[in-house]
């Protein structure tokens, strides 16, 4: 089931359908569906999509003549070629025949790490021009970000040269949504804030059965799915990964300093040894870096959260009662380490989806869309959401995940928050937005209708009609 995507999807068709040749490059994190968004795109068009693996460039090149003479037929000429360059010369003879031909080199770091030439082969190739006459489409495409954004990089043979650039990210909660179609909306909330937007790991859910049977056969069982997935993301990129896995683990425990994370990982001495470690681990999109809304440049207050719902979930709950997991004792998991502390995990994970929804959806309630969301911390106060809009308004958010409706005083709590940062000082365009997991008071309801300026979101608004998307990051 191909899901959402239809700004990506509309941005690679007209790519590929263009009366010209195409040097694309796809790329984001490991499991954000960049091969299946390709496939989608290509699936009406002659293509080549070779998969690279983790082999010496000689055979990546044999495996990669395979995959031409599957869709040209056998060709002495095609078998006695020997490097790269010529067959890259050979597809472009064959687009003079088949126009429009797409050839996608999927994981192509894989291609760099063994024939480190491979950029400049691909430059020499571009620049003769040679793909022009029959427009051929090459699409590389790849999940270690950093090496994908180094073929952007001005120093790299292909700068100058790609005819589009996407950068793909999970998906957006309501088409995340789409996968659990009959359950209610504060389920979908749920899952999304176990699951996140992923489509690989969303494609394993069961709509049919509910979320904690879900939950328990795809992490908390031997033979689960996902049950091993942060390790096997770790390992993907990393060759020693016990130091970056238990980064990860004090952070999702609530570690979001330097001081705490090196005070719960001991092999660490120094923020100094820390740094690379949390930059690895941003680079792969696994972590974010958050600063105050309001903090000055100089000012060094960088927090550390964990960017993916699922691996949050993993390290806070799975990890910890693995052994008990590994006995298949998933479903005692659950009710007693799981159950009983899933409100608490969910109140910090429905702020950044909250956070997600005012970035991507402002304009639905408000005259513009949303400019820059973040949010605030002081020694005395938070504020969840703290942004600009388009139009040159101040946004300021409050989440909360209650089990009882949320009443005026939040409201009034936020406002008078608002008005001691310096974020936003001297602008007197204020909106306000508030979250709740299960409604509002009628008092506030009927305040937030004569006043103007104050958006109220439940579980049901933030689902309810997509509107206008945001668009990917396309260069």
Avoid at 180 to 188: F, L, P, S
Avoid at 438 to 464: N, W, Y
């Amino acid at each position: 089931m191909f899901v959402g995507r239809r700004t990506e999807l509309s941005l690679l068709r007209e790519e590929i359908s263009s009366p010209r040749a195409s040097l694309a490059i796809v790329y984001g994190r490991r499991r954000v569906g960049k091969s299946t968004l390709i496939r989608e795109a290509i699936k009406e068009q002659p293509h080549v999509l070779f998969q690279a693996t983790r082999v010496t460039s000689s055979l990546n090149l044999e495996a990669f003549k395979a995959e031409i003479a599957a869709l040209l037929g056998a060709d002495p000429l095609l078998s006695g070629l020997g490097d790269w360059l010529a067959a890259l010369h050979y597809l472009a003879g064959a687009a003079e025949q088949r126009k429009g031909l797409v050839v996608v080199l999927d994981e192509f770091p894989y291609l760099v790490d063994a024939d480190p030439a491979l950029a400049s082969i691909i430059q020499k190739f571009w620049d003769s021009g040679a793909a022009r006459t029959g427009h051929l489409k090459l699409l590389l495409c790849g999940s270690i970000i950093s090496q994908m954004q180094e073929l952007l990089a001005e120093r790299n043979p292909l700068y100058g040269r790609k005819t589009l650039a996407l950068d793909l990210s999970p998906l957006p909660l309501r088409d995340a949504a789409r996968f659990v179609g009959r359950y209610t909306a504060e389920e979908k909330l749920m899952t999304f804030g176990v699951f996140g937007g992923m489509p690989f790991y969303l494609q394993f859910l069961d709509p049919g059965a509910s979320l904690d049977a879900n939950i328990v056969r795809l992490l908390l069982t031997p033979t689960g799915s996902l049950i091993d997935e942060p390790v096997i993301l770790l390992q993907s990129e990393l060759r020693e990964i016990s130091r970056y896995a238990s980064v990860l683990a004090a952070i999702a425990a609530g570690c979001t300093k330097h001081g705490a994370i090196i005070g719960r990982v001991r092999e660490i001495s120094d923020s100094k040894a820390l740094g690379p470690y949390l930059d690895k681990l941003e680079r792969m999109r696994l972590i974010r870096v958050v600063s105050s809304a309001d903090a000055s440049p100089r000012e060094r207050d960088r927090r550390y959260f964990i960017a993916d719902p699922l691996i949050a979930f993993w390290y806070r709950f799975v990890q910890p009662n693995l052994s008990s997991v590994m006995q298949s004792f998933g479903w005692d998991v659950w009710r007693h380490r799981i159950a009983p502390h899933l409100d608490e995990y969910m109140g910090w994970v429905f702020e950044e989806i909250c956070r997600d929804h005012a970035r991507q959806y402002s304009q639905e309630r408000f005259a513009a869309p949303a400019q820059e969301i973040g949010r605030i911390w002081q020694s005395n106060f938070d504020i969840d959401i703290a942004g600009t809009l388009l139009d040159g308004s101040m946004l300021y958010g409050e989440c909360k995940w209650w089990a009882k409706p949320v009443g005026e005083n939040v409201l009034d709590e936020l406002i008078e928050r608002a008005s001691r940062t310096e974020f936003g000082r001297g602008n007197d365009r204020r909106q306000f937005v508030l979250y709740a997991r299960k409604g509002f008071t009628a008092a506030l309801r009927k305040r937030a209708a004569a006043e103007g300026g104050i958006a109220l979101h439940t579980p049901q608004s933030m689902l309810r009609s997509p509107g206008k998307r945001s668009s990917p990051r396309a260069r």
